[in-house]
Structures are given as structure tokens and as C-alpha cells.
């Protein structure tokens, strides 16, 4: 089974490779589907973005669901997602040889 495309903004990073996610227990995907949040869950992440030509070209992650540990400004959620190693990239970038 697919991991979860939960949109983000990639704007609210609260470290180099932790993301707020939601403040809520659940989060819509991509499709509408209503997710039920959890310690660990593998999910795939995204924005909306475009590339130099003004085409859309989202910026995409994977990672895993955790408790947001945060005190400053983004105390209000309630999960985040921590970033794999392969980081945040445009999805058009996906495949290609690093």
C-alpha cells in the first residue's frame, strides 16, 4: 500500500529535516481520504511549487509522523513530519541520479 500524500508548508520547518504537519489527530491526502495520524507512519509529503518556467513541479518528501516535541512558535501542532535522508526535492527530480 502507497504512503499517505499529506500536503505541507514546507515554510514551517522547525529544523532542517522536521516539518509541522498538523495540529489535528488526522489530515486529509491528496485524494480527500481523511487520515488518522500516528507515531512513525511512513508518509510521503508535499507543496505546490513550479519550476523556472512557471510550470507546476511540487516539492516532494518522505518521512515518518512523530509528536511535536516543539515550545516556540509551532507548539500549536500536534505532529510533524521528520524528512528521510533524500531531503525535500521537486518532483520532477524524482528518479534521477543523484
Known sequence: MPNPQLYVDFNE???????????????????????????????????DDVNERGEPDNLVASGRVEKNQSTGWGSNARWCCRIDEHGIRHQSDLGKQD
Do not use: C, F, H, N
Not at 498538523?22 to 487520515?35: I, P, Y
Open 13 to 47: 520547518m522547525l529544523e532542517p529535516d522536521l516539518v509541522l504537519l498538523s495540529a489535528e489527530d488526522t489530515k486529509r491526502d491528496v485524494a480527500g481520504a481523511l487520515v488518522q495520524l500516528r507515531e512513525a507512519m511512513a508518509i510521503d509529503v508535499y507543496m
